[in-house]
């Protein structure tokens, strides 16, 4: 046998109908080559491993009412699922392939996100599909930044932003997004720039850190859990990765009683992590740049979505959009949240926490 040639190594067996490490999950993770595998995962309510479900598709699409010819941005690209049915209205074929582009017949849809792992995969998906750089364009921007946007396009006749995390960073245990798989406490949506929530934890007080838990999070054991945690630093303790912190957590609430305590931790485990994402990345002060550019964005009769996940996301966005209609400038806002239906809730479990509020340019 040739010592130069590389043994063969075979792959590793997918395990059962559930496995449980993120790697061995290929099937999940070549939707090209197993779809009866990805039809069946979604079929038992759950979503496919580096894949994502968007969220109150239809009733985006109502509300954006989008036909041929228009111009609309896509702020958090994501996965790409809710810019493919929009693609759609605006390329209603049944093959977008044989549509020769025309601009003024068909408009043009604008995509920005800040994740540089997920982006020119989305890219490719897309343009696989037919929609290709003439009618989507992709850039690598936060949403605060859709002013810039705006220098290119023009005024947008509608605007989507979906302010949730992507299951493809929540499962992916390399990006560090979730307590339920052992990875480094990263957090960041773009982690070629600022602080890891590691960092973050160590140089953070007390009392600055119970503020985040309660203002990000509502977290209610905020004292307890910022105190174990401070008290570990101080120790010369290092947390580092996902698992370590999800064991703080976990050790600040002994005090609690033994049929609560694996409920409690689990929320509050959820709540910590999402409280230091949105310090880490800034989400808060990202959200509010993009509502006090976005009037400005819009033509008149310009529509807006956005879908939220966190009351202090939601806040924001009411209290913008309120405001704005009692000024003038929006000519009509959502009176309520809309929230995901019951079939899709029961089919998609991360759907339950969504609420989806619009407005209307004057």
């Not at 849809?109 to 992709?138: M, N, W």
């Not at 002013?147 to 005024?155: A, F, K, M, N, V």
């Not at 609560?260 to 989400?283: G, H, M, T």
């Not at 819009?298 to 979505?305: D, E, H, I, T």
Request: positive net charge; proline residues 5%; glycine residues 6%.
């Amino acid at each position: 046998m040739d010592q130069d040639q590389p043994k063969f190594v075979r792959r590793q067996r997918y395990k059962g109908t559930h496995p449980k490490s993120f790697t061995v999950k290929y099937k999940e993770l070549q939707p090209e080559l197993y779809a009866e595998e990805i039809t069946k995962v979604k079929n038992q309510g759950r979503t496919p491993a580096g894949m994502h479900r968007s969220i109150c598709v239809k009733e985006i699409l109502e509300i954006l009412n989008v036909i041929p010819g228009q111009i609309g941005l896509d702020a958090t690209l994501g996965y790409g699922g809710h810019s493919l049915e929009i693609l759609k209205c605006l390329f209603p074929s049944t093959d977008p392939l044989d549509v020769k582009y025309d601009k003024q017949k068909y408009g043009r849809l604008y995509g920005i996100d800040v994740d540089p792992f997920e982006l020119p995969r989305t890219r490719d998906r897309l343009a696989g599909l037919g929609f290709g750089d003439e009618k989507l364009v992709i850039r690598k921007l936060n949403f605060s930044g859709i002013d810039q946007i705006i220098s290119t396009s023009g005024l947008l006749n509608f605007v989507l932003a979906d302010l949730g995390v992507s299951s493809m960073q929540i499962d992916n245990p390399d990006r560090g997004f979730s307590y339920k798989f052992d990875g480094l406490l990263d957090l960041r949506l773009d982690p070629t720039t600022g602080k890891s929530a590691s960092t973050l934890l160590k140089n953070i007080s007390q009392s600055e850190l119970e503020k985040l838990l309660i203002e990000n999070a509502d977290e209610p054991y905020a004292k307890a859990i910022s105190k174990c945690i401070v008290e570990k630093i101080s120790q010369g303790v290092e947390i580092n990765t996902t698992v370590h912190l999800q064991k703080i957590i976990k050790d600040a609430l002994l005090f609690l009683p033994k049929f609560r305590i694996k409920e409690d931790v689990k929320k509050s485990c959820q709540r910590s992590f999402q409280a230091l994402r949105i310090e880490v990345n800034d989400e808060f002060g990202a959200l509010d740049k993009f509502l006090e550019k976005l009037p400005d964005s819009l033509s008149k009769g310009g529509r807006v979505a956005i879908l939220s996940f966190h009351s202090g996301e939601d806040r924001r966005v009411k209290k913008s959009f309120q405001r704005l209609f009692r000024e003038g400038i929006y000519e009509d806002v959502a009176p309520d949240p809309i929230r995901a239906s019951t079939e899709e809730c029961n089919t998609n479990p991360r759907a339950r926490s969504a609420k989806l509020r619009w407005a209307i340019k004057a």
